[in-house]
Nanobody
């Protein structure tokens, strides 16, 4: 059974930093795409960043500020968030493809496994 567990959310001031972690069990982080999404109140879940087939992708809104990384030994994916803005406030979700899935990385509907989410609040 594949499970994802996020941690590291919290509150930061504008311009501050936070690091989120996503520990994966039941599947290697190397076996398929791994991604971060976020959902603000009243808005749809949106793509933030992903690893897929050796490539890294970022939403334009976070490019240059956020960095996705992974530790294969710990089977954990991280999201380092710098230069935070109030509009980054959202619940952040870690997501994983099924190992046999060969679709794209961008749409939430393409991910088979999700974490419970962690709240990030950026104060102005």
């Amino acid at each position: 059974q594949v499970q994802l567990a996020e941690s590291g959310g919290g509150t930061a001031e504008t311009g501050g930093s936070l690091r989120l972690s996503c520990a994966l069990s039941g599947r290697s982080i190397s076996d398929g795409a791994m991604a971060w999404f976020r959902q603000a109140p009243g808005k749809e879940r949106e793509f933030v960043t992903a690893f897929r087939m050796g490539n890294t992708y970022y939403a334009d809104s976070v490019k240059g500020r956020f960095t996705i990384s992974r530790d294969r030994a710990l089977n954990t994916v991280y999201l380092q968030m710098n230069s935070l803005k109030p509009e980054d406030t959202a619940v952040y979700y870690c997501a994983a493809h099924s190992p046999t899935y060969s679709g794209t990385y961008y749409y939430p509907s393409e991910y088979h496994y999700w974490g419970q989410g962690t709240q990030v609040t950026v104060s102005s």
